[in-house]
């Protein structure tokens, strides 16, 4: 029996994954969570096979869930999911040790195949997302200022394009305000913004968030 967490923060997502995986019968999902932190928890008390990890999740996040969950266990194998397929999002979870990437919009079947692949001990990526990380290593002078961010950059940008505040994102990530406004500057230089309204202007353009989800 394949033993897995799923977390996810909305609620209806978490069901109706949920409801995918228990036609199965190698799997058992023996758990959920709807934040970085209690990803982990829930792993450190479980010992899942397989984790469905959200990429955007309140506290923590997935990608730094991800990393906790893989120095935790080697055994482990996550699978982050997202609604955004645009590079760098996959090669950062890919490269922070996730073994698959799947988009929210995947077929059931593919999620089931991925966790199978996953298990088995292989890479997953769907066919257009290992095109696209492919591509974008053998041109580096791609036109996505995204990519030069570091995974701590990339969380705090993705977290004020949502309107987050400085406060909360330094409480969620367990830092002081101080530090995120350091990374946040750091940021600005690197992309050439000046104002996080520019920052979430320039997300958009490169895809990185949802417009309807602002």
């Given at each position: 029996?394949?033993?897995?967490?799923?977390?996810?923060?909305?609620?209806?997502?978490?069901?109706?994954?949920?409801?995918?995986?228990?036609?199965?019968?190698?799997?058992?999902?023996?758990?959920?969570?709807?934040?970085?932190?209690?990803?982990?928890?829930?792993?450190?008390?479980?010992?899942?096979?397989?984790?469905?990890?959200?990429?955007?999740?309140?506290?923590?996040?997935?990608?730094?869930?991800?990393?906790?969950?893989?120095?935790?266990?080697?055994?482990?194998?996550?699978?982050?999911?997202?609604?955004?397929?645009?590079?760098?999002?996959?090669?950062?979870?890919?490269q922070a040790g996730a073994f698959g990437f799947?988009?929210?919009?995947?077929?059931?079947?593919?999620?089931?195949?991925?966790?199978?692949?996953?298990?088995?001990?292989?890479?997953?990526?769907?066919?257009?997302?290992?095109?696209?990380?492919?591509?974008?290593?053998?041109?580096?002078?791609?036109?996505?200022?995204?990519?030069?961010?570091?995974?701590?950059?990339?969380?705090?940008?993705?977290?004020?394009?949502?309107?987050?505040?400085?406060?909360?994102?330094?409480?969620?990530?367990?830092?002081?305000?101080?530090?995120?406004?350091?990374?946040?500057?750091?940021?600005?230089?690197?992309?050439?913004?000046?104002?996080?309204?520019?920052?979430?202007?320039?997300?958009?353009?490169?895809?990185?968030?949802?417009?309807?989800?602002?």
């Amino acid at each position: 029996m394949i033993k897995i967490i799923l977390a996810d923060d909305h609620e209806l997502v978490r069901t109706g994954i949920r409801r995918i995986l228990d036609d199965v019968k190698d799997f058992s999902v023996i758990a959920e969570a709807k934040s970085g932190e209690e990803a982990v928890l829930c792993c450190r008390r479980n010992a899942p096979d397989v984790v469905l990890m959200d990429v955007s999740m309140p506290g923590i996040g997935g990608l730094e869930a991800t990393k906790k969950v893989l120095r935790m266990s080697e055994n482990t194998r996550v699978i982050c999911l997202s609604m955004h397929k645009e590079h760098p999002i996959p090669a950062q979870v890919m490269q922070a040790g996730a073994f698959g990437f799947l988009t929210k919009d995947a077929e059931p079947d593919e999620m089931i195949r991925a966790i199978y692949k996953v298990v088995s001990g292989q890479k997953y990526l769907a066919p257009e997302i290992a095109q696209s990380i492919a591509i974008s290593k053998l041109t580096p002078d791609s036109d996505n200022p995204f990519e030069v961010l570091s995974d701590r950059e990339l969380n705090i940008a993705l977290r004020l394009t949502r309107g987050q505040r400085v406060p909360d994102i330094a409480q969620e990530l367990s830092i002081n305000a101080k530090t995120v406004n350091t990374y946040r500057y750091r940021m600005f230089d690197k992309l050439g913004v000046t104002t996080d309204v520019e920052l979430t202007h320039l997300a958009l353009r490169h895809k990185l968030i949802d417009p309807n989800t602002l």
